[in-house]
């Protein structure tokens, strides 16, 4: 089997989330991803949580399937070198702000006239912005919870959102190029990412149409019925209803329809229509909650599973790693490899599937000398000359 | 300006979030997106938050720039002219459970052989899933806030992950139709969006090779500085520092660096390193503390914008959208449209700039007699006789 992306080579000049994980979603549909970082990694090299060896875990988790090129990018000859890998590739994905120097778009098309940039920035003007703050401008953080303390997301959803994005946006621009010849430099801000998706969702027509702004709501779900709900046995589900369907298969799998229906007598509301089943939560969650407080997680489960309920059990990492067959070599989507640096880990391939089995990520800069004599056509005696000049380093990862 | 995607076409059958914001993102790009309903809309044609006049300010919102055609899909005629627009445009993007029926991806492929559909599922084990659920599956809401209570997420990210794995998908596998003529089906499963993702930062790992569960971290960074502190004139601000050079920048720009130097020693710990400065956090944050409590928002907006620190403010959605300029059309993402049914609103464009102006999402089946005349060649003659049929909607929208 190959991936979709076959063929498709990108070089990627990048640290931390948004852009490594972009560069590592098209390897994992098939391109050729070369990472180039300076001699002993990039600023991300050494981020948090590490293996018991020092080896990044989170660096290792955002750069499988990749090749990795180091060089001394602090030397004219070091940026040459990179500078023909990009042009030989003709796709640069970046997150560095070199926007002004060797790395500019202008520079870069000199030698590639054709040349694919696709540039992660902070703000579309100019700041610099990471998720963190990016995502305290955006709404979300005071609207978590149940106070307006506002609550970050552990989850860098910006990032992870933004990655795809520049996947997108380069998958695009490679077509573009197929078709018509015409390369380009495509920016994307991760502020922008996030305003974007604020508006995509309607909370800025909401405010601007209806002067609202939406409140914390702890952990119902707005406008439809959804809340956690405790069990026996010290657990935490979810549960939630949008559709009408969804809706009946609470009331039948629990044996609660008949008493659910008289909610919308007793609260003038229509329990057909989700508006009206909002309204009626509190009142809902009331006829519920016993019903959860007296059943096991694993009652739970026989009761609902297959039932047609929208339901799930929280769990916190270990549980989800230790007891959930989903995230497990059961999925297909995983697979346990051996990861250099730090042993079997379980690994996921692209969840678009059929995919490619999951690849580790490379040592840093392991795979220096093969793309040089295979995409520049570097002789040996010019590569160990590089090395001597300590343009290439002599050991590393 | 045409955009990327200028001369693709692709067939949406979908509701809610995930699929419909792949569709949209395509159109941004300049992809002919053409939305499939029933007759009267789909279940998310309601979906809160409404408009005065009842229109969805979700369904507008996450529809922009589409063409919208309704059928009676519950009428083998209105399944026939549905197949025989996908089969025509031979990309089909879908999140309904229609995979047994008239949408299988065999029935179709009988039609057009080397057609790509794109199919969102909840679990790759054929469960379902939404968002709120598999949320609570991945071990981010139980690590988020202060202690183990688990908090919900505000903002639908595996939705719109999901959304963009689609995108990206789709790209992929028609760059490879493309190039050797094969189509094919593409499955995602929105849990394997969350399983993968969580593995892909590392959490898997550190649970497999460290036994190490995240805990819950307030609104601390992980593994380095970051933290949010209240300002003089109640409002909150979010402060971090991953690389040495933005932890300097804090330093030099409150005047605080020499008596943050001296915090390593206090604290036995090397503020050179993320890590050192992670576990010396508390005492950072209390010298820091006071800086931010007596300067209100504007003054410390003064004295941190271009200095190199990362900050940020929290904003609600209404600040978002009455103060931040770049939530505004001052912000080259954003411009001032009429929206059918709702009027003046701030409409983004796809944030990989450049990009093509926003558009409004159509009136539901508004387009349906033009892209039964342009797609299937079908007469006006014809298209009254479905209309006379009930195939086709009289009015809508």
């Known amino acids: 089997m190959t991936g979709p992306l076959e063929g498709l080579r990108v070089i990627e000049v990048s640290a931390f989330v948004a852009a490594p994980m972009g560069g590592m979603t098209l390897a994992q549909l098939g391109a050729e991803v070369i990472r180039i970082d300076p001699i002993g990694g990039n600023i991300d090299i050494g981020r948090w949580p590490l293996a018991p060896s020092g080896t990044s875990l989170y660096w290792t988790a955002l750069n499988k399937g990749k090749r990795s090129v180091t060089l001394a990018l602090n030397t004219p000859e070091g940026r040459e070198i990179a500078t023909s890998l990009i042009a030989e590739a003709g796709i640069l994905l970046t ?3 070199a926007a002004e120097g060797w790395m500019s778009y202008a520079t870069l098309t000199a030698r590639r006239p054709d040349l694919i940039m696709m540039r992660l920035t902070g703000t579309h003007d100019g700041g610099n912005a990471i998720d963190y703050t990016v995502n305290a401008a955006v709404g979300f953080p005071v609207a978590t919870g149940e106070d307006e303390r506002p609550i970050n997301h552990v989850l860098p959803a910006w990032d992870v959102a933004a990655g795809l994005y520049l996947c997108t ?30 508006a995509n969702l309607g909370y800025v027509a909401d405010v ?17 019925f959804g809340r956690d709900f405790a069990t026996k046995d010290g657990r935490r589900v979810m549960l939630a209803a949008i559709s009408n369907r969804q809706w009946r298969a609470i009331g039948k799998a629990t044996g609660l329809a008949e008493k659910l229906a008289l909610i919308g007598q007793v609260m003038d509301v229509d329990l057909d229509d989700e508006g009206g089943r909002y309204a009626a939560r509190e009142a809902i969650a009331a006829v519920l909650a016993p019903w959860f407080a007296t059943r096991t997680l694993a009652e739970i489960r026989a009761a609902l599973d ?40 379980l690994a996921p391939s692209s969840p678009l599937q059929p995919a490619l089995p999951p690849r580790p990520a490379p040592r840093l800069g392991g795979d220096t000398d093969a793309v040089l004599a295979q995409v ?18 002599h050991h590393e990862g």
Chains 1, 2 share one sequence.
């Open 169 to 198: 946006g380069l998958l695009a621009a490679e077509r573009r190029r197929t078709r018509t010849g015409q390369g380009g430099e495509v920016t994307l801000a991760l502020s922008d990412v996030a305003y974007a998706t604020a």
């Open 95 to 97: 997150n560095l702000p």
């Open 208 to 224: 601007q149409v209806n002067g609202a702004v939406r409140p914390p709501l702890g952990n119902w779900l707005y406008g439809a």
């Open 376 to 393: 520049l056509g570097l002789s040996p005696a010019r590569i160990a000359a590089y090395r001597e000049a300590g343009i290439l380093a």
């Open 306 to 345: 297959g039932s047609g309920v929208l339901w799930g059990p929280y769990q916190d990492f270990g549980q989800m790693v230790r007891e959930d067959p989903r995230c497990s070599a059961a999925n297909p989507l995983f697979q346990q490899i051996e990861q250099p640096g730090v042993g079997q880990v």
